[in-house]
T-cell receptor, first 113, second 114 residues
């Protein structure tokens, strides 16, 4: 089944404790992206990647890092999480050519206390 | 800068009734427009998209949307709503094709009454 898999689904952590949210897709998509969803704000792009070793900032990159060492994986790293990063995070992937929109993962709900 | 407005935060309809969810966008060039649906605890699923051509587009689950350039709108419609359509609906515009960046509206939550 074609899908984007994120882990974990739920995460509660403390301020300043480094964490990684994993994302993997099995569709051989070139593009991958991270979004955060906050009430009343819709989804906002954090980082994106056009292909292996090619990443760049989205609209709200502060406090986040990403890497793309393999085509299928695109982890999101919070080196020093803060409470304002409490949010619902979505990983998504898309074709490089003939874009038809993103395929989204099921989301990771992160709470930073 | 591009933006998407979904004026209705919450809509309640009766099962079997028709539905229209509004979406207005602000974008200088020809927009690429999307509607996504998010069921509780789930990710976003693409309902339909408009890139060019016929301004009335058909999607999955019996949904359709009409692109009206003169009104900068891309409203989503369904002739007869089912209880399983209860979800949150997001309109989005592709603002930056190079980074595949979608700008989303804030969403419309649909409640379906029996």
């Amino acid at each position: 089944e074609a899908q984007v898999t994120q882990n974990p689904r739920y995460l509660i952590t403390v301020t300043g404790k480094k964490l990684t949210v994993t994302c993997s897709q099995n569709m051989n998509h070139e593009y991958m992206s991270w979004y955060r969803q906050d009430p009343g704000l819709g989804l906002r792009q954090i980082y994106y990647s056009m292909n292996v070793e090619v990443t760049d900032k989205g609209d709200v990159p502060e406090g986040y890092k990403v890497s793309r060492k393999e085509k299928r994986n695109f982890p999101l790293i919070l080196e020093s999480p803060s409470p304002n990063q409490t949010s619902l995070y979505f990983c998504a992937s898309a074709l490089g050519q003939g874009w038809n929109g993103y395929t989204f993962g099921s989301g990771t709900r992160l709470t930073v206390v | 800068a591009q933006s998407v407005t979904q004026p209705d935060i919450h809509i309640t309809v009766s099962e079997g009734a028709s539905l229209e969810l509004r979406c207005n966008y602000s974008y200088g060039a020809t927009p690429y427009l999307f509607w996504y649906v998010q069921s509780p605890g789930q990710g976003l699923q693409l309902l339909l998209k408009y890139f060019s051509g016929d301004t009335l587009v058909q999607g999955i689950k019996g949904f359709e949307a009409e692109f009206k350039r003169s009104q900068s709108s891309f409203n989503l419609r369904k002739p007869s709503v089912h209880w399983s359509d209860a979800a949150e609906y997001f309109c989005a515009v592709a603002a930056h094709m190079g980074r595949r960046a979608l700008t989303f509206g804030s969403g419309t939550r649909l409640q379906v009454q029996p």
